[in-house]
C-alpha cells in the first residue's frame, strides 16, 4: 500500500479521539428529534460525550449521574472510537409504543453514526489535503532554491547569478554597480583551522554581504558565491557614491568582527555599469583589477599578518 495512504489511514484511526459531538453533528438538530421524542412518546434522554460530560437532556435525570465507564449507554461510534453516549428511561413510555420508539432511537442512532462517519472523513480528507498541498508547496520552493543557491552560504550559485548577470544585460539596466569580493587568506584559515573554520569564515562573509545589502535598502541586490572564496555582487540603478559606502561597510563590518579564531578580511573591487554596450564580463575584468589593487594595499598593511594569526597560538 501506499505510503501517503498508510499514513492517512493511520490518521483516520487515531485523530476520532480529538472529536466531540459538536465537530460531527449539529447538536440543535439532534436535540431537536430527542425532544419530539419526549414529547410525543414521553422517553426520556440524555447525551454526554465520550467521557461523559452532558450535552443535552430532555426529562427527569435529577440524581442520575453518567457512568461512561461501567455503563455506558448507547454508544455513537467514530472509526471504532466511541464520541458519544445516549442514556434512555423509557418508564413513561406506552407499553404498545416501546418497540417503535425503540426502532425509532435505534434508527436515530445509526442516523447520527453515519452521519458523524462521513462528517468526520470530510473533515481529514481536507485537512490532509491542505497538509499535502503545503508539503508540495515546499518541497518545490526547497528543488528550486537548490537549483539556484549555494548551499553554504544561501546566496546565489555561480551558474544562477550568472543568469540573473544576463537578466540584466538583456534588460539594459543602468546604471549597475559590478563588485569583485573576495576573502583574503582563506587558504591559509584552511589550512590551519581545517574545513569546518574555512567554511564558517566564508558563511561570515556572505551573512555580511547580505547584511550591508539589507540596510542600505538594496532590494534587488544580487549576490552570488562565483569560486571558494570570491563572491560577485551586482547592485542595479544604485549610484556610484552608494555603491562605494557598501563595500566600506562591508569592509567595516569584516574589521570590526570578534572572534577568537576567524578574521573576515575582504579585498574589494568596485565600478560602475553604464553602457549598454558594454559587456559584464568587462566590466568585472575591471572589478577584479581593483580588488586586487585593494589586496595587495590590504596585505601589505602593518600589523595585518599578526591580525591574520592571532588564532595560531590558541589552536
Known sequence: MNKKKIAFAERLEQNSKNYFPKDLFDLEAAGAFLENMHTVFGLDTLMTDRHGTVILS??????????????????IRVMGRTVCHIYIKSENVAEAQRDAVGALLDAYRKTLEGFSGKSYLASEQAVYIDELEQQVEKDAYQVKYSEQNDPLTGVLNRNYFM???????EREVVPTAVICVNINDWKFFDSQFGEEESDRLVLTVANILQDKAREAGFADAVIGRVEGDVFHVLLPLVEEDEAKRYC?????????????ILVPSVAVGCVMHINVEESYRDAFSDAEYAMFENKFEIKNAPGYREKIEKGINKK
Do not use: H, W
Request: glycine residues 8%; aromatic residues 10%.
Open 58 to 75: 430532555f426529562g427527569n435525570f435529577d440524581g442520575f449521574v453518567p457512568d461512561v465507564k461501567n455503563k455506558p449507554g448507547n454508544k
Open 163 to 169: 543568469s540573473r548577470m544576463r537578466q540584466l544585460a
Open 248 to 260: 566600506a561597510r562591508i569592509q567595516e563590518a569584516c574589521d570590526t568582527f570578534e572572534d577568537a
